[in-house]
């Protein structure tokens, strides 16, 4: 499991607490019950001593030893599944102790998967004499939790006298914290659960601190060690950007593009993120500032995650520009290498003034004249690499161009303090003019033939489908893919309407032929995997419908329905799918609900956790073990406070009293946030 020292072991934390109670008799047990809670009967750990009555056993797909466990005055019923070796163990007039969770079910106490114990009426209880708080480890099939609880037990005086506490005195005073090998021991070794939140709240509140105080370093590095072209604010060269712009700007894209006018005009480098719902119009913003570089003479690129969006981002500003001076360029894995020659020296040269590529546009061999602004569209798709990779092309020493990042996945206000404090956030919310959201339905796998003959009829009635599904190819795990399902539907319920197919591994000129179709309107389907996820836009496809729709994450789903209703018409989305756990049931509902990207972003958040945010930007960040990023929203804000007032106080973070701390975030986060040595 990777625990080689007690480091290892005193970081190795428990996941949850169950209650063990005292030993007690059937009776009481019963009684007992009566008045426990659902939380309760989950987590409390219950030994009950007894005498089996009588035994009975199951056979078939699932076995199941059934027995009933009685003092002479109360009884409760006790259940072993897939356990046939229970019934060697069991017989009527056994005396022994049951421990395990009980449950009431259908007004009747029960206890499922107990452990089974044989013992005398008189013979000593080996259960506590009182309720302890029992540390649930993470384990394996090797190494069981209750060896890791026996470890710690044997060790723990060892780990907290050699944990080292990084947090300067004065601050743990201040603010009333247990020291680091007091925390160790309230977590590992709780009398009661106010002392594992103690410990817990200690911890978490270590791991906040770094982490702000890294995200400090940055911004400070930022500010002091690198510098950006300005370009000045003029009303004239606004209004003849935002002529170009095929539509009127929203009261909010107006907001967002004045923020990025006030970080433009100054050097020190612009770093916003830019954050909208699906349809709200971040690509006019982005447009916006590209145009406000090259309208000083200067260059602009914008980085897209594939070839199809880049080469739709291409495509939407040259008509924007139909008629202007301005030089376009499109970069990306597929160009011949000729062509790449000649864009890569036209690039070089200030032949281009605007340039829009995947990630070949990073490449070593691809350098600007004077790069003033870059803009990342779907930042997350993108890791801190390559955005400092992007950095470093601005043509000048010590120099970076302006960033803009963008995405539409709306980040979550405790992921945006915690893993985004390094950027400034504008925000768009809602829909452009014109636009609704789509309607959407959640549907059983089993009444898919009736969805399909609903598609069918608005397909002869003139409208375009996208049809979403998992895999490219079959790979026998009983999952649709794009081939087999788009010629099903052709001998089937679309038999005789036109069905393309589309996902990632088709190279970059098949890709975009297909989408062109559709976007023609020479099919009428189009069957894909999630390549059409973002930035696809087909403004006749009014109709989406997602098979194994409990496969793909809240935000995703949402991502893919935003690609229907783009036109006018209003949108259709169809969700496809047999959940089978709780979350995913959730999942899909919340969907069904709620049109609002930000409250989808937030209940992604309590449903999956962080990791969906972060992707490949923070994958080389320290994982956060101990805060909740759902619960701990107040401990966020009051260590970036923390944080700020340590380095306001000293900006080198030079005082002997804070080198420790110091040493721990550069060793955490140097690496992966790009940050050093500041002196």
Not at 127 to 140: Q, T
Not at 255 to 273: G, S, V, W, Y
Request: net charge neutral.
């Amino acid at each position: 499991m990777g625990l080689q020292t007690l480091g290892d072991l005193a970081w190795h934390l428990p996941m949850r607490y169950e209650l063990e109670m005292a030993e007690e008799s059937v009776q009481d047990a019963v009684a007992a019950t009566t008045e426990l809670d659902a939380q309760a009967q989950r987590t409390s750990i219950r030994s009950i001593r007894g005498e089996i009555d009588k035994v009975r056993r199951t056979t078939g797909r699932h076995s199941r030893i059934e027995a009933t466990l009685t003092d002479g005055s109360s009884a409760i019923k006790l259940t072993w599944f897939n356990m046939p070796w229970m019934a060697t163990r069991l017989h009527p007039g056994a005396t022994g102790v049951a421990r395990g969770k009980i449950h009431v079910r259908k007004g009747k106490v029960e206890m499922v998967n107990p452990r089974w114990e044989h013992a005398s009426p008189d013979a000593p209880s080996t259960a506590p004499e009182v309720g302890r708080l029992k540390p649930i480890y993470r384990a394996s099939e090797e190494v069981a939790s209750a060896h890791i609880e026996w470890l710690v037990r044997q060790t723990l005086p060892k780990m907290t006298a050699g944990a080292i506490d990084t947090l300067p005195e004065t601050l743990r005073a201040r603010r009333a914290l247990p020291t680091l090998g007091d925390a160790l021991r309230l977590v590992h070794a709780p009398a009661t659960l106010d002392e594992a939140r103690l410990g817990s709240e200690r911890l978490a509140f270590d791991e906040l601190l770094r982490l702000q105080l890294a995200m400090a370093i940055r911004r400070w590095e930022v500010r002091h060690t690198t510098q950006a072209v300005a370009l000045p604010f003029s009303e004239d060269v606004r209004a003849k950007i935002l002529a170009r712009l095929p539509f009127e700007l929203s009261a909010q894209q107006v907001k967002a593009c004045a923020e990025i006018d006030e970080d433009l005009q100054r050097t020190l480098p612009m770093n916003r993120l830019l954050q909208g719902d699906v349809g709200s119009g971040k690509t006019a913003v982005a447009v916006y500032a590209m145009l406000r570089a090259v309208a000083q003479g200067h260059q602009a690129a914008l980085l897209a995650p594939t070839e199809i969006l880049a080469e739709q981002h291409h495509a939407v500003i040259e008509s924007m520009l139909a008629g202007s001076r301005v030089r376009t360029a499109l970069v990306h894995g597929s160009l011949r290498a000729a062509d790449r020659d000649m864009v890569r020296m036209g690039i070089e040269a200030g032949a281009f003034d605007l340039v829009v590529g995947t990630h070949a546009l990073l490449g070593g061999d691809i350098r600007f004249r004077s790069l003033a602004v870059a803009v990342i569209d779907e930042q997350h798709r993108f890791g801190v690499e390559q955005r400092a990779v992007l950095r470093g092309k601005s043509g000048a020493a010590r120099a970076m161009p302006h960033l803009l990042a963008m995405t539409a996945t709306p980040i979550p206000r405790t992921l945006a303090l915690t893993f985004f404090g390094d950027l400034d956030v504008s925000s768009l919310r809602g829909l452009l003019p014109g636009r609704s959201p789509p309607v959407t339905r959640v549907m059983p796998s089993g009444r898919a033939a009736e969805v399909y003959t609903w598609v069918r009829s608005r397909l002869d009635a003139g409208d375009q489908a996208f049809i979403v599904v998992p895999a490219v190819e079959d790979a026998g795990h009983g999952l649709k893919d794009v081939a087999t399902h788009a010629d099903q539907l052709a001998r089937g319920s679309l038999a005789g309407l036109r069905i393309g197919q589309l996902h990632g591994q088709m190279r970059g000129e098949d890709a975009d032929r297909v989408l062109s179709a559709f976007r023609r309107k020479e099919l009428d389907a189009l069957v894909a995997t999630v390549v059409i996820e973002v930035g696809v836009d087909i403004p006749d496809a009014s109709i989406m419908v997602i098979e194994h729709a409990e496969r793909f994450g809240l935000a995703q789903l949402h991502q893919l329905r935003g690609r229907v209703g783009r036109g006018g018409r209003r949108g259709f989305c169809v969700l496809i799918g047999d959940p089978t756990t709780d979350v995913a049931r959730q999942r899909l509902q919340a969907v069904a609900t709620c049109t609002d990207g930000f409250q989808l972003a937030e209940m992604d958040l309590r449903l999956r956790g962080p990791g969906e945010f972060f992707g490949a930007r923070q994958s080389g960040l320290a994982p956060l073990w101990v805060a909740d990023l759902d619960r701990d929203l107040p401990l966020i804000e009051e260590t970036r406070r923390e944080a700020e007032s340590i380095f306001d106080a000293d900006p080198l973070l030079r005082s002997s009293e804070i080198a420790r701390l110091r040493e721990d975030v550069l060793t955490l986060y140097g690496a992966s946030l790009g940050i050093g040595d500041m002196g």
